[in-house]
């Protein structure tokens, strides 16, 4: 399955986005993305907005009201075409209520993955709005799913084994308090072949640690960060998504557009890309099965040691959580989050592979030494640019020889 990131402060529009996505040639998911004062509870600045016909990044879902997100789901959201809401908020206790009373589908997010690259809240606080959070959820009549943004953080330059770990993580804490129906997630980094590696760990280690009695699954996002400025740059990420999540047995791509790099996608830009994605999911399944081995590197098992060490820190999945992340045992790389050490650093290789070059106090090996010097202000900018120039270089060249003849 495939689905946009989408959301439209209005109404009518939003509606129209779904019915949209609904209608595209595609085995599609629907999106409705909150609004930014939403996300910090700001619900009377969401609501003035809206008085004023402001155009905000989003849909206020609480200064909407109850009914008018009811209207915006009736007739559209159905068992073959699901809703996930999907927000961002380190403390959603207001829009979770809302969207269990409304009968949503779905939604997002996570105590680490919602806390550490979006708020300044703490995150004891965060993990306990959390737990409170999956309890309203679980207690619903109608099962709701929950996807876990741990595979995400920040977006780039976080080594796949912490994505999974923290992805797992979450999936745990999420079953600790009550829900059953989860995805776990993993974003396209810079190295196709760690991605195939990743996904496969990822799968792996859900079956070891999530249980029998939950229902789950894996989703890919397509690149999270310095997104290609050229249109076929763009498009050739999303197509090199896709064909790792075909590959790798990924159930649901979460797609970008040919103009993230500059602006909020219209809802035809993101059906584009939706029908895209899909045009390249026949052909690649299409193609005569080849043997393909995955590469092992040890992503696995660096995942399982930080997951089985973390455990260690507390006696429930939430606790431990916390107490890790304040002895540095987990750490985001470049995440300033008061409650992240911050020490950690990651490097891409000469290969594109995204490795340690430091891991901190975390129990992983630095597994970057080539040309190994600290990272610096100008090597950092140079890293996030990676996939940027990696991709749009193809189109500069397809340019250059079209000149020439």
Known sequence: MVQPRMGFADTATMRRGLEAVRAAHATSVGTVTVDSYTRVNDHASARRALDRGDDLNGYPVVAHGE??????????????????????SALPQELFGTLA???????????????????????????????????ILADRAEPMHLESFGGCMLGQLCPPS????????????????????????????????????????????????LGNDVDWHVVLYTYMGVFPRTSVGAYRILEDSVRIAVRSGTERLIVKTAVEAYRIPTIEENVDALEFAAAVEA??????????????????????QLITSTLAFGNNVGSTLVNAFAHGHLDVPYCLHQDNANRSRAA???????????????PVAASYSQGTAKVTARSLIDMLGYNERRFDREDLVGATVRGML
């Open 283 to 304: 052909e690649e399944r299409s193609r005569p099965p080849a043997p393909e081995e995955v590469r092992q590197t040890g992503v696995y098992e660096e995942a399982l």
């Open 101 to 135: 009373r409304i009968g949503a589908d779905a939604t997002e997010g996570g105590p680490v993955s919602y806390c550490l690259p979006y708020s300044r809240v703490p995150l004891s606080q965060a993990t306990a709005a959390w737990a409170e959070c999956c309890r």
């Open 348 to 362: 891409i290789d000469p290969r594109g592979t995204l490795r340690w070059s430091d891991p901190g106090s975390m």
């Open 67 to 88: 009914e008018e997100t009811r209207r915006l789901l009736a007739g559209v959201s159905h068992d073959d075409f699901p809703v996930q809401f999907r927000h961002g």
């Open 162 to 209: 912490l994505l999974i770990a923290l992805s797992v993580l979450e999936g745990m804490f999420f079953r600790e308090n009550g829900m059953r129906s989860i995805s776990l997630s993993y974003a396209q980094q810079t190295d196709p072949q760690q991605d195939l590696e990743a996904l496969a760990a990822l799968r792996r280690l859900a079956a070891q640690w």
